[in-house]
């Protein structure tokens, strides 16, 4: 009787006092226990393609005739990096637009002439990696205008069009000066290429014309060819 009074006035004892830490109370926070990440791995669902309605497989036919298109800043540095291997000095073959016409014609001496005739022509071309910048000057006919450039890279069997923005008056308020962006995608930066355009300008109901005298502006494509020694691979490259 009495050895079982003192056995369980020990285990009494035992289960009073201030609980064992434990090597699992040392645990950080952030590192969840094997049993919470089986209970995140049960939440794991997987779904299938076609579940959703998608298809399972994507079929891209490829035609001999087709050319892939690699963007220009790729073919730079694959280029470079078959020259640089070897030791040599990479020739580069540069693509740019060069006006069939004056760049500037606002400075010639008939520029007035023609803009009072016409209400529209155009005063000046700047050509850049960019693209095609152009300022156009208008007979400030009203206050309400509109200005487009229409241009195309398909002798006009397809055609596209950007608005000009308004940049100042001139000669006392007489003209107004617009500018307009012609956008040049780099698929289209090969020799021979033709670039055309034309100016409109719309104002009181009436539609006014400066397309070169029925010509269009013209703008061919051409290439220079740099040398790039060996030194400059690391610039060049991280540059493009």
Partial sequence: GSRSQTRLLLVKRVASGPPAKTAMR??????????????????????????????LEEVKVFRVEDHPQVPQHVMFRLMMNSEFTF?????????????????????????????????????????????????????NLDYEKEVRALFSFTNWRSHRDTTAAWVSDARSGDTDVFRFHLPVPTFLLQPGAILEFAICYRVKGCEYWDNNNGNNYKLSCHSYKVMVPRECEDSLLHFT
């Avoid at 040392?26 to 076609?50: C, G, H």
């Avoid at 069939?100 to 606002?106: A, D, H, I, M």
């Fill in 26 to 55: 040392k645990r950080a926070q952030s590192l969840p226990s094997w049993s919470e990440n089986k209970k995140e791995l049960r939440r794991i669902k997987v779904r299938f393609m076609d579940a959703l309605g998608l298809d």
């Fill in 87 to 139: 030791g040599k000095a990479a020739e580069l073959s540069l693509p740019y637009f060069r006006p069939c016409f004056p760049e500037n014609l606002g400075a010639h001496p008939d520029f007035l002439k023609h803009l009072y005739s016409q209400r529209v022509c155009l005063e000046q071309v700047v050509c850049s990696e960019l693209g095609i910048t152009g300022t156009v000057q208008v007979l």
